[in-house]
């Protein structure tokens, strides 16, 4: 079974703290993803790899970074948390059969 | 560009009965389609797809959903509703060309006993 790991479940941090979110995946995918999940708007894509070192913006990348060092590994990075970044994050790989397998989920509360 | 639309954020339905979640879908390609569903505090599991093999699909846990090209419509339905059918369900598109996924709203169901 492909296996996505986060690193943490829930997670309290304070406005301005410099946040990061790691995802591992063992499977050898070469495609991750990182989306927010808020009530009534579904998924929403942050960022997204195809590779190593390769990183493309998704829908809502403003205020979000992320690095991809290896290729199992995908973090997310909050340079300032704010208050409006309070969301589940979910992380998800793909091979490329188009199917996504997702993590558990961070829930970020940031006060 | 792909966008879905999922119809009724919330379903209620009695045990034993129908399960209809309603999914539309834009794409200016042939598309892939997706339900995934989200048990409380957990991630996204794929309950099945549609890769433009047969158009109806059968999935895992008694669902299925059928793919209307006409209707553009990929809706999620179950014919017996169990206790543990009670999550949310998304449905999500892609065009194929590249792996991102748009995902609609999302619709949570609730089982009454």
């Known amino acids: 079974d492909v296996k996505v790991t986060q690193s943490s479940r829930y997670l309290v941090k304070r406005t301005g703290e410099k946040v990061f979110l790691e995802c591992v995946q063992d499977?050898?995918?070469?495609?991750m993803f990182w989306y927010r999940q808020d009530p009534g708007l579904g998924l929403r894509l942050i960022y997204f790899?195809?590779?190593?070192?390769?990183?493309e913006k998704g829908d809502i990348p403003e205020g979000y970074s992320v690095s991809r060092e290896k290729k199992e590994r995908f973090s997310l990075i909050l340079e300032s948390a704010s208050t409006n970044q309070t969301s589940m994050y979910l992380c998800?790989?793909?091979?490329?059969?188009?199917?996504?397998?997702f993590g558990p989920g961070t829930r970020l509360t940031v006060t | 560009a792909q966008s879905v639309t999922q119809l009724g954020s919330h379903v209620s339905v009695s045990e034993g009965a129908l399960v209809l979640l309603r999914c539309n879908y834009s794409?200016?390609?042939?598309?892939?389609l997706f339900w995934y569903v989200q048990y409380p505090n957990q991630g996204l599991q794929l309950l099945l797809k549609?890769?433009?093999?047969?158009?109806l699909v059968k999935g895992i846990n008694g669902f299925e959903a059928e793919f209307k090209k006409s209707e553009t419509s990929f809706h999620l339905t179950k014919p017996s509703a169990h206790m543990s059918d009670a999550a949310e369900y998304f449905c999500?598109?892609?065009?194929?060309?590249?792996?991102?996924?748009?995902f609609g709203a999302g619709t949570t169901v609730t089982v009454r006993a």
């Open positions: 998800a790989s793909t091979r490329g059969e188009f199917e996504q397998y």
């Open positions: 499977m050898d995918h070469e495609n």
């Open positions: 549609y890769t433009s093999a047969a158009t």
């Open positions: 790899s195809y590779d190593v070192k390769m990183k």
């Open positions: 794409s200016s390609v042939p598309p892939y």
């Open positions: 999500a598109v892609t065009g194929g060309i590249d792996y991102k996924l748009s």
